[in-house]
């Protein structure tokens, strides 16, 4: 499990080192390991290798221009392009002393030809509204040139705690300090940050924002059946979806049940009939459930409350998704229950608009969930669970080759045999989600969810040897 923290959290961090800060140790700190991350990416002889620096007004120029003296020391070629009237002034001083060369916007852009890397310190935690002007041009033609980018901090242009991806920079490496910030870990802008390297400066960071899990969370907490597992140790998930307008949901619900693992399904809803055809192994009588899923592809249904009334009565983790969601009442909710609204689904349940969720995913997630007492897991590009404690957690991500329909159902599919198989319910959450992601990764391309959701059966003993896709 990794964190991600704000800015504002760095930034009393940063500040409660006090003399560190000061006197600028912990800038010193920041440019020896970018310093480190460059000449590893050089290879085996710096020395007459070309580095280009952008440095921007702030301190993230400042690190840039640190890291130059140390690049310069050991016969790397560095120039600097000063993207601002005024720079770092101690770390300008430095540089020229080293030996450093200035060239302006013009022989930046003709000096890409030839640098073999260019390091990106224009703007990073106090960047806001994205890059622009000759910087936008300069980013634009490092893409251009292929010429490999190292960011400082961040990809100039991407603001911290924002997963929107502005105009900026596209890092092939991204060198950030204390700690992961949300830019780098959620889609898009994390699409343009390349590999994450973070690095500890001796900052203090408490609780942080975000957790987010990777595939060896997923190993971890997968209910792995043992030598004396019968179907009743693995779960048992009961299965009310679909209808007669939308019998594909009743299909796509019960086989991610299936191949995330059950021990047995029990479709008890409208459409057996397509749900046996495809799907022999399943059960339709009634019988002992460990855990309910309710809601997808019902459609407008009469008696969605009385049912979803009925399965919360009952005290079973039960995951409550699309339809279902509206249908919630009066219901007494707790942790065992997990809810699974897209955007516009938990627009719709806190009263907002679905721009407002979009703009601050986590945050609304949380919200809901400690509204509701329940546990949930948000959809989409990238995909957090929120837990009523106010912890949120993003799953591991994958490709948009998910972003589908059916893609939703085959996921309530898979987080409901979590739950049956006794997952608490954000694991549940974090175990579907992820999986699907993992999938999507070593299986990628356009392939329907009724395809994807059996490389999920693939992915999972993958999960234990080496050679996946993480
Ligand atoms: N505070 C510190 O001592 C440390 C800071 N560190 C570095 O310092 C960075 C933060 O430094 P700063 O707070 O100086 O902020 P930045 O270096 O991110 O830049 C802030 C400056 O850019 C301007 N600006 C903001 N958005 C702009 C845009 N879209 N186009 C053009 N100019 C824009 C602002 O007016 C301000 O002058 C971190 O990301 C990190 O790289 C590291 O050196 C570690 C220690
Ligand atoms: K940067």
């Given at each position: ?323 279902a969601l509206f249908a919630l009442g009066d219901a007494t909710l707790g942790g065992h229950v997990l809810l699974t609204p897209h955007a516009g689904e938990l627009a719709r349940l806190l009263s907002v608009e679905r721009s ?115």
């Open positions: 499990m990794d964190s991600v923290f704000t800015v504002a959290e760095i930034r009393r961090a940063e500040e409660a080192t006090g003399d560190l800060l000061a006197s600028g140790e912990l800038m010193q700190r920041a440019a020896s390991a970018l310093a480190s991350v460059v000449l590893d990416e050089l290879g085996d002889r710096p020395r007459g290798r070309r580095v280009l620096l952008a440095v921007g007004s702030g301190n993230n120029g400042g690190d840039a221009l640190w890291a130059g003296v140390r690049l310069l020391r050991r016969g790397v070629r560095v120039d600097a392009w000063r993207t601002a009237d005024a720079v770092h002034e101690e770390g300008w001083a430095a540089f020229v002393a080293a030996g450093g060369r200035e060239v302006d916007a013009m022989s930046a852009l003709e000096a890409l030809v030839d640098a073999d890397l260019v390091v990106d310190g224009v703007l990073g935690i106090g960047g806001r509204g994205g890059l622009r002007g000759a910087a936008a041009v300069f980013a634009q033609a490092c893409a251009d040139t292929q010429t490999p980018v190292i960011a400082v901090d961040l990809p100039s242009g991407l603001e911290g705690d924002s997963c929107v991806a502005l105009p900026s920079f596209a890092a092939d490496v991204t060198v950030t300090f204390g700690g992961r910030k949300a830019c780098q870990v959620l889609q898009p802008a994390a699409s343009r940050c390349g590999r994450v390297v973070v690095v500890d400066i001796g900052l203090d960071l408490g609780e942080p924002e975000l957790w987010t899990w990777s595939a060896a969370d997923v190993a971890a907490h997968y209910p792995w059946p043992g030598p004396d597992s019968d179907k009743y140790a693995r779960g048992v998930v009961g299965v009310d979806t679909g209808s007669a307008t939308y019998p594909g949901a009743a299909v796509l619900a019960t086989m991610g049940a299936v191949y995330g693992g059950a021990g047995m399904v029990r479709y008890l809803g409208a459409a057996r009939d397509a749900v046996v055809a495809a799907l022999p192994n399943v059960v339709t009588a009634a019988g002992r459930v460990q855990a309910w899923l309710v809601g997808s592809g019902w459609g407008s249904r009469p008696d969605a409350s009385a049912i979803v009334a009925w399965c919360l009565g009952e005290g079973l983790p039960t995951v409550v998704d699309a339809d407002a969720v979009e703009a601050d995913p986590a945050g609304h997630a949380r919200r809901a969930a400690s509204e509701t007492g329940a546990v949930v897991l948000l959809k989409g590009a990238s995909q957090y669970v929120a837990e009523p404690s106010g912890r949120v957690t993003l799953a591991v991500g994958g490709p948009a080759w998910t972003a589908q329909a059916g893609s939703g159902d085959t996921l309530a599919g898979l987080c409901a045999a979590m739950l049956a198989a006794g997952r608490p319910a954000g694991e549940a959450a974090l175990l579907g989600a992820s999986l699907q992601a993992i999938a999507a990764r070593n299986f990628p391309g356009p392939r329907p969810p009724q395809d994807l959701v059996r490389h999920v059966a693939d992915v999972i003993p993958m999960l234990r040897s080496p050679g996946l896709d993480r």
